[in-house]
């Protein structure tokens, strides 16, 4: 089964970058989908993505002197996307020189039942207060593309299980504020620079 990985991008003012991809979600309703990311293909606002990678990092302390597991604060590394260029681009470029960052960063992962019309969004990533840290260009045969690489301050992961008859489950959320390391299952935005 094929997975379609795609993509907003959404500043603390001002509209979602616009997007030149074909995605069509008018068919999403499902949970994943709102409140945003079906309204973002309807307006062009979606980008595909051809990989990304992030991972997170607890410093551990395990020994006789700890009697069990201490943690300490969770440090979250960068979060890196590849993807064709396109007239996001030199918005991008320019986030990334001027130090703004976005109000959040979305990911979310369709499984593909035949086109880019049809399918269910199984896992959403709400990466929030995110700035361009890095930005590299390449071209192959294939188009040129740029590697984006981007911290950020907050993560919200959720995960819909697929039932028996196709249906998607309700969704289990993980979500942590690094910048005030806590737990926080909120689709809400952290305070940051406009």
Request: glycine share 8%.
């Amino acid at each position: 089964m094929a997975i379609d990985s795609f993509m907003a991008f959404v500043p603390y003012t001002g509209s979602p970058l616009s997007a030149e991809s074909q995605v069509d979600m008018s068919h999403n309703s499902e949970e994943l989908a709102q409140p945003d990311l079906q309204g973002f293909a309807s307006n062009k606002q979606l980008f595909e993505v051809d990989e990304y990678n992030f991972d997170v990092e607890q410093v551990l302390n395990i020994g006789s002197q700890s009697s069990g597991v201490g943690a300490g604060k969770i440090k979250f590394n960068a979060f890196s996307i590849t993807r064709k260029i396109d007239r996001a681009s030199p918005t991008l470029f320019d986030m990334a020189c001027s130090g703004t960052a976005f109000k959040q960063v979305t990911p979310a992962l369709r499984k593909s039942a035949g086109g880019m019309t049809t399918g269910q969004i199984f896992l959403r990533f709400d990466f929030k207060l995110v700035g361009v840290k890095t930005i590299q260009w390449e071209h192959d045969d294939e188009s040129p593309k740029e590697t984006v690489t981007f911290e950020y301050g907050g993560l919200l992961i959720r995960y819909c299980q697929q039932n028996p008859d196709g249906s998607l489950a309700s969704s289990i959320p993980g979500g942590w504020n690094a910048c005030k390391n806590t737990q926080d299952h909120s689709t809400n935005p952290i305070s940051g620079k406009a």
